[in-house]
């Protein structure tokens, strides 16, 4: 061991000649393809019939959907019995109107929960979801329609305090 302050000279490579091989740099594998967006997933029952689910509010539908000659049963009731008022007929009929399926399509909807309206906007959902899934081409105009998109609006809820989920008590001066 010497205290020399002196470092050591570092090693140099030795000089290559140009008539050496030198290593052929190997390309590395590409990576794997990203996949695609894959369309999601059809449910359809052992009948054929495209299954979609449809909620509004507190209201689920589920509409099963399939070719034939446009009848559309609610709860095993016919729409116009099911839906008296001419504004909630109109609500659920209306995705079919859209794409022009009245007449060759099939809809069997059973709904729960809620009151009138929310069940219609419940069985308005479900049949755009099944027409989308019936036919991939309608899925751009029943968007562009407004007909794919959930209406999210639920009831506040009440708060303590309050009578309700906003307004409070009457004041009393005396």
């Avoid at 507190?58 to 399939?66: E, K, M, N, Y």
């Amino acid at each position: 061991m010497s205290n020399d302050s002196t470092p050591e000279p570092a090693a140099t490579p030795a000089p290559v000649s140009p008539s050496a091989e030198t290593p052929v740099a190997v390309a590395a594998p590409a990576p794997p393809p990203a996949p695609a967006a894959t369309p999601a997933k059809k449910r359809i029952d052992l009948a054929g019939n495209v299954i979609a689910t449809g909620r509004r509010k507190t209201a689920v539908a589920r509409v099963r959907l399939r070719a034939g000659t446009g009848v559309v049963t609610v709860n095993q009731k016919p729409l116009e019995v099911y839906f008296p008022t001419v504004k909630d007929r109109e609500l659920v009929a209306g995705a079919l109107g859209h794409v022009d399926r009245q007449q060759s399509v099939d809809v069997d909807i059973t709904v729960s929960g809620g009151g009138p309206t929310g069940q219609a906007g419940a069985c308005r959902l479900g049949i755009a979801r099944a027409l989308k899934d019936f036919d991939a081409e309608l899925a751009e105009p029943l968007r562009q329609g407004g007909f794919l998109t959930r209406d999210g609006r639920m009831k506040e809820r009440k708060k303590y305090g309050l009578r309700g989920a906003r307004r409070g008590t009457q004041f009393s001066k005396r």
